[in-house]
């Protein structure tokens, strides 16, 4: 049994959603960021982690992929060209995805609000359009690295969820249209299900 640290409405959803398509248990401790029960897990304070047994893991993208290896799903196997060319778009998102939005909500409510500056937020929401246009063009087939969905798919339609409740311009034509049916699938309703 896993236990996911952190709440639903952080990049523990991520995690959960992994498990969920994995067909595994696990409970959830629902440590907000920065909190002494986060930092019991990971010494920044961030989430989420994943207890598995004994060990503690960081990062949710570190994570999905550790389950994706270890259950055999999810992913190309390791040591091939389709994994390197999946690892290639997971560190894209991160770069071009998750970097921009995370620093939209640096300068909205994590920095100390005189180290914010709200004037970022234009060009960033431009930088994020600009990358999705760009996945439009990176999308393999039914799912963006072709015929199966592997980590980046979650990944990417975190992001663009996050993108939503960051007031950020929508996201419009087949990268919508992808991310829309990734929403229906079970384990995302699954995951939704708890925050209610
Ligand atoms: N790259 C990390 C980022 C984790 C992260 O920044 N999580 C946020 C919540 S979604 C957090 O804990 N922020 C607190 C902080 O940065 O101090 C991951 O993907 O897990």
């Not at 439009?136 to 990417?156: H, R, S, Y």
């Not at 950020?168 to 990734?182: L, N, Q, T």
Request: charged letters at 25%; a negative charge.
């Amino acid at each position: 049994m896993y236990t996911v640290v952190g709440a639903v409405k952080s990049r523990a959803f991520r995690v959960m959603w992994m498990l969920e398509e994995l067909g595994q248990a696990y409970d959830v401790i629902p440590a907000a960021p920065r909190s002494d029960e986060a930092k019991k897990f990971n010494p920044s304070g961030k989430v989420p982690a994943l207890l598995d047994g004994e060990e503690v893991l960081t990062d949710s993208v570190a994570i999905m992929q550790y389950l994706a290896d270890k259950h055999g799903r999810m992913t190309a196997p390791a040591g091939t060209p389709a994994r390197a060319r999946q690892d290639a778009m997971t560190l894209w998102l991160v770069d071009e995805f998750d970097a921009i939005l995370w620093a939209a909500a640096k300068h909205s409510f994590v920095f100390p609000e005189e180290q914010r500056v709200p004037q970022i937020k234009d060009s960033l929401k431009a930088e994020f359009a600009r990358a999705a246009g760009k996945l439009e063009e990176m999308i393999k087939g039914d799912f963006l690295m072709g015929d199966d969905m592997t980590v980046p798919d979650i990944l990417a339609v975190h992001c663009i969820n996050w993108s939503i409740g960051a007031g950020f311009p929508k996201v419009e034509g087949p990268v919508a249209d992808w991310a829309s049916r990734m929403r229906e699938r079970p384990a995302f309703k699954a995951v939704r299900g708890r925050d209610a």
